[in-house]
């Protein structure tokens, strides 16, 4: 099983939107409405910030918003702000045996 | 307030055997599967294994499938990762994580334990 592909790298500037995409396979983002996202700053644990491809849980930004279109889900972050620089991971569920597949992780940077 | 505190990493050298625990609180855990997660020094997550709330259904990556095994304890509201065959490529910090009862994603994570495979 192979990870989810996403950018390296994406930067905005502060107030700015910029959006993560998450590209898979009919496996698992484009086969489940199973995709979440999470944030992880430096020396942290990652945090769920969206899951069941759209919903927030409790406590995230409304800033932060999810969808999918075929194999390729995206995190759009608005009114980008310092403390949503970090590190951003996309994951689906997997038909395969792996249950739970990430991306690559992208690294996001406020300008 | 749910908590999951991982413990048990360490330096163990090459075919070197570590258990790794994590224990939950803030929640009722016999009700919650739960997964592993590790992150290598400077890489990205790699899900590790997943044993469901009765410990009826487990799965492991294909990496670790043969040399790890999970288990729980509800009783003690623990969740354990058995590692053998260590090799350096295990080298990580290994997260243990809450599944949402509502689909597969994984909506709290301990702060991990880290796992260093070295001679």
Known sequence: QSALTQP???SGSPGQSITISCTGTSSDVGGYNYVSWYQQHPGKAP???IYDVSNRPSGVSNRFSGSKSGNTASLTIS???AEDEADYYCSSY???STLHVFGTGTKVTVL | EVQLVESGGGLV???GSLRLSCAASG???SRYSMSWVRQAP??????VSYISFGSNTIYYGDSVKGRFT???????NSLFLQTNSLRAEDTAVYYCARETNSGWNLDYWGQGTLVTVSS
């Open chain 1, 8 to 10: 390296a790298s994406v």
């Open chain 1, 47 to 49: 945090k769920l910030m």
């Open chain 1, 79 to 81: 009114g980008l702000q």
């Open chain 1, 94 to 96: 997997t038909s395969s």
């Open chain 2, 42 to 47: 400077g890489k990205g997550l790699e899900w």
């Open chain 2, 27 to 29: 929640f009722t855990f």
């Open chain 2, 13 to 15: 050298q090459p075919g």
């Open chain 2, 70 to 76: 999970v288990s729980r304890d509800n009783a003690k």
